[in-house]
């Protein structure tokens, strides 16, 4: 028997078909139904002009598409022969408005994606408080935009530089935001200190927890989240940051990456047509994101979630809950760093007379965002997109399944949907 269910509140929509079997899901297909067109719309553009296309991808992480389409474009400048240079300011900068995008998404889904679905499976409203994300949300991107501008939709990021150029008082500004910020979400999401929450050794230590997370993970465990929602255990990262380290791993080996090996293949989709491509990296599906990243880093904790249980929904869960605090302290370290004599831009050659290919890699909230560009006197001549998305939630036959179709068989179809949600989904920026 075949079911169909369209999953909302996601960034978009998409429609999964469920093939059932003894009560739970034997095999299943995803289907994101809506073209959208971006990259038809880009070819024949001056490469400048996507620097307001791209950002527009997607309502959640535009902003992260910037940076791509900005680090493609540079290294277009690099493959050329010209030389772009960018000082610690403008890195910095960078880092920090796309720090706080990522946060700003993760308290969303934690407290309006998450935790209502976790409540609908297990039939419970002790945790519903989704109004929390919403303001965890604002003051992030309150820190963004005092940078970009605006959120979202910014365009303020340029080949060479930063169109923004703060004064002491604006950084201090920021620094009030993510100071609130870190207090709220260890009064509300931790009930200790933030501290304290990243030098936790092992999940018996969520018991001495005090706010929404120690009810999450204990809604997580009742469902047996640590035991379902497996998926084959391998984990990629290609963007350079920071925070994080481009990586391939298999279960914990790590081996070197390179994004010239990501390709995307077609979706397998016979029940509907999809607008969708799944990503393959060297002919294998990833599972990207927040657990690949923290696994990339040996992070203590989230390795101890691994050592118990594997790639399963729980430490999906939990991995992000942790990156979102490792990410407030690195924020809070990249503002009081900044140096402001340091100027916002250095020039580049003459964008009009560029003839080039270039790539952008950027770890976004959901994993690896790839931008790739050709251009020619200083028009776009082809624009290619691989989101995230593509790599977790394609769809494709069996044997090789990718990470959200292995990890929603064999499980009930409430069970399914939920570990569905755990990937984050976003189906705008699938559609691209």
């Avoid at 024949?44 to 900005?70: E, F, S």
Wanted: proline fraction near 4%; aromatic fraction near 10%; charged fraction near 25%.
């Amino acid at each position: 028997m075949t079911t169909k269910k369209l999953i909302e509140q996601i960034e978009g929509e998409a429609n999964i078909y469920f093939d059932m079997k003894d009560g739970v899901v034997d095999f299943a297909t995803v289907a994101f139904p809506h073209f959208r067109g971006l990259e038809s719309i880009l070819k024949g553009k001056n490469i400048m002009d996507a620097l307001v296309i791209t950002p527009r991808v997607c309502g959640i992480c535009g902003h992260a598409h910037l940076m791509a389409t900005v680090r493609a474009i540079e290294d277009a400048y690099k493959n050329a022969g010209e030389t772009v240079v960018l000082n610690e300011k403008i890195e910095k900068i960078r880092e920090f408005t796309l720090v706080m995008e990522i946060i700003q998404n993760h308290f969303k889904w934690i407290y309006l994606t998450i935790i209502p679905s976790l409540a609908k499976l297990s039939k419970s409203e002790d945790i519903q408080t989704p109004l929390k994300g919403a303001f965890g949300a604002s003051l992030a991107t309150k820190a963004l935009a005092i940078f970009a501008g605006q959120w979202p939709h910014s365009s303020y990021m340029i080949p060479g530089g930063v169109t923004t150029d703060p004064t002491n008082i604006e950084i201090l500004k920021a620094q009030s935001y993510v100071e609130e910020l870190i207090s709220f979400y260890e009064k509300e999401a931790l009930g200790l200190s933030l501290e304290k929450f990243l030098n936790l050794e092992s999940c018996t230590e969520f018991n001495t927890l005090e706010g929404d997370i120690r009810d999450l993970e204990k809604a997580l465990v009742k469902e047996e989240m640590n035991k379902k929602g497996f998926s084959h255990d391998r984990f990629l990262v290609l963007g350079k940051h920071n925070y994080t380290v481009p990586s391939k791993l298999k279960q914990t080996r790590v081996f070197s990456v390179d994004a010239k090996y990501v390709e995307d293949v077609t979706t397998y989709s016979p029940k509907e047509k999809s607008y969708a491509k799944n990503a393959q990296y060297k002919n294998e599906y990833y599972e990207t994101g927040p657990l690949s990243r923290m696994m990339a880093i040996g992070f203590p904790i989230v390795k101890n979630m691994h050592r118990r249980f594997k790639d399963s929904a729980y430490s999906r869960v939990m991995a992000r809950v942790f990156e979102l605090a490792y990410l407030l302290k690195h924020s809070k370290s990249l503002l009081q760093s900044i140096s402001i004599d340091q100027p916002s831009y250095l020039k580049t050659a003459d964008i009009n007379k560029l003839t080039a290919s270039g790539r952008g890699v950027v770890e976004a909230p959901r994993g690896p965002l790839i931008h790739e560009i050709d251009i020619k006197d200083g028009l776009i001549q082809k624009y290619k997109i691989i989101t995230p998305t593509q790599f977790n939630i394609g769809s494709s036959q069996k044997p090789s399944l990718t990470p959200a179709q292995k990890a929603m068989t064999g499980l009930t179809q409430e069970e399914a949907l939920f570990v569905f949600r755990t990937f984050d989904v976003c189906s705008v920026c699938t559609t691209h």
